[in-house]
C-alpha cells in the first residue's frame, strides 16, 4: 500500500527541540524526492526540506538552515527532520509529502521545483507542531 505516516509532532517551548518522522510504504522506483512541507493558517503549504530518494543530495529552505536537518533511514523507509532552536515561527502543520520532482543540474532537490507542493503527489496526514511558552 503507498502510504506515508508522520510523527513526532507536540508542544515545546522556544529554543527547544523536536524530531519528526516520515515512515513511506510502497514507494516506486520513479519518486525522486521526499520533502517536509509547512502550513499555516492562511498560508500555502511552504516547502522546508527535501532529501532525494537516492540518497545523493538534500536541501532546507533559508528560514530553517543551520536549525534544522534532514536525514533518512534507508533500512527503515523513513525520513527525519530534527528540528532544532524552535521558534513561534515554526508553529504549523508538517506534512511529509513523496514526488516525481524533476532534477535540476542532476540533483533532486537542488532547484526551486523541490519546494513547489505540485510536485508531489503523495501525502501524509500531517503532525502539529506547536512553539509556545
Known amino acids: 500500500q503507498l502510504q506515508l505516516v508522520e510523527s513526532g509532532g507536540g508542544l515545546v517551548q522556544p529554543g527547544g527541540s523536536l524530531r519528526l518522522s516520515c515512515t513511506t510504504s510502497g514507494l516506486t522506483a520513479d519518486y525522486t524526492a521526499i520533502s517536509w512541507f509547512r502550513q499555516t493558517p492562511g498560508f500555502e503549504r511552504a516547502g522546508i526540506s527535501c532529501i532525494a530518494t537516492n540518497g545523493i543530495s538534500r536541501n532546507l529552505a533559508d528560514s530553517v538552515r543551520g536549525r534544522f536537518i534532514v536525514s533518512r533511514d534507508n533500512a527503515k523507509n523513513t525520513v527525519y527532520l530534527q528540528m532544532n532552536s524552535l521558534k513561534p515561527e515554526d508553529t504549523g502543520v508538517y506534512y511529509c509529502?513523496?514526488?516525481?520532482?524533476?532534477?535540476?543540474?542532476?540533483?533532486?532537490?537542488?532547484?526551486?521545483?523541490?519546494?513547489?507542493?505540485?510536485?508531489?503527489?503523495?501525502w501524509g496526514q500531517g503532525t502539529q507542531v506547536t512553539v509556545s511558552t
Open positions: 509529502a513523496a514526488g516525481r520532482v524533476p532534477s535540476a543540474d542532476g540533483y533532486y532537490c537542488a532547484g526551486h521545483i523541490a519546494f513547489l507542493p505540485g510536485e508531489y503527489d503523495l
